[in-house]
């Protein structure tokens, strides 16, 4: 397996009456790492990276990397919409060695697909790291072409794609005409995109139960459909609800009922609704008692003794 496949997770960042609550980041990250996951994301959307400054962001990842000690590795997420200060933040984080770049098209500006190659081109020219390209239409305003995708894929430094654009047809076009990894990037799409050759998804959602989300992505690469689709149509409705709100806002509600970090999130985003975190706490309960067949579930919250070797325990 490569390194950019399976299940990645877009770390939430945790905050603390204001500021980085680096403790619980790394408790976070220690724990998803022993809970099987491929991969972590620092600084992405679900991180809050547009809140973070410059010194939040390199503490996020070296804490990151720190804590997970190689168990796993960890791509960094990198935005913004003038490509010379894209790629010159690049040229100074390529010194923090992350495994990755994650790298959404410019936003706002709404380039053409030329202007969108050339952007990522030079981007991947500053990167030590292979770079993800990251298509969330949704968030920058223009989607990268597939042909775009194909014309970015010569670049030697250009590994993979985090698709987020909710549209399978582009996906499986994606799959079909390149050989660059296929990464989901809607959740709610990660049983289809696995089943039509995707390589793995980097999941909000799999903050929760991380484990069952490693054991689908293992059940379609073992060929267990049937398995997997039941396992997933258990999993779809807490992945619902965690989109129903504004991301991060319901994860963080989540991860805050399991005791793992503060409900708190840097405005504009805002705390998940009273309603909402009711039907979340219902459903957590629900998704807590789904076993793994054969397996003896690994917790994502029961790794106290691992955090205490790695002296991150307080």
Avoid at 32 to 57: D, K, P, W
Avoid at 115 to 138: D, K, M, Q, T, W
Avoid at 182 to 205: E, W
Wanted: proline share 6%.
């Amino acid at each position: 397996m490569s390194t950019f496949e399976g299940i990645w997770v877009p770390l939430v960042t945790p905050f603390r009456q204001g500021k980085l609550d680096l403790y619980s980041a790394q408790q976070l990250a220690l724990s998803l790492s022993a809970a099987g996951v491929h991969g972590l994301v620092a600084c992405g959307t679900t991180g809050e990276a547009a809140t973070l400054n410059e010194h939040e962001q390199d503490r996020m990842l070296c804490g990151v990397m720190e804590a997970v000690q190689h168990r796993c590795p960890v791509v960094m997420g990198v935005s913004g919409s003038d490509t010379r200060v894209v790629a010159e933040k690049i040229a100074r984080l390529n010194a923090l060695r992350p495994a990755g770049f994650l790298v959404s098209a410019p936003s706002y500006v709404r380039p053409s697909q030329e202007g969108i190659r050339l952007h990522f081109e030079a981007v991947a020219n500053a990167a030590e790291s292979p770079v993800i390209l990251y298509n969330i239409p949704a968030r920058t305003g223009v989607n990268i072409d597939v042909a775009t995708v194909i014309a970015l894929e010569r670049h030697a430094n250009i590994a993979a794609v985090k698709e987020c654009g909710g549209n399978l047809a582009q996906t499986m076009e994606l799959i079909n005409h390149t050989d660059l990894n296929i990464l989901c990037g809607d959740d709610a799409l990660l049983f289809n995109t696995l089943c039509l050759g995707g390589h793995g998804a980097i999941s909000a959602a799999a903050h929760i139960r991380p484990d069952l989300f490693v054991h689908l992505f293992e059940l379609v690469r073992a060929g267990q459909i049937g398995p997997a689709r039941t396992l997933f149509r258990q999993l779809l409705p807490m992945i619902q609800l965690l989109f129903s709100e504004p991301n991060p806002g319901p994860v963080k509600a989540a991860l805050a009922m399991q005791g793992q970090m503060l409900d708190e999130l840097r405005l504009p985003m805002t705390p998940m609704s009273a309603p909402g975190r009711l039907k979340l706490a219902k459903a957590l309960e629900k998704l807590k008692a789904i076993p793994i067949a054969g397996k003896a579930a690994k917790s994502a919250f029961s790794v106290a003794g691992e955090s205490r070797l790695l002296g991150l325990v307080r």
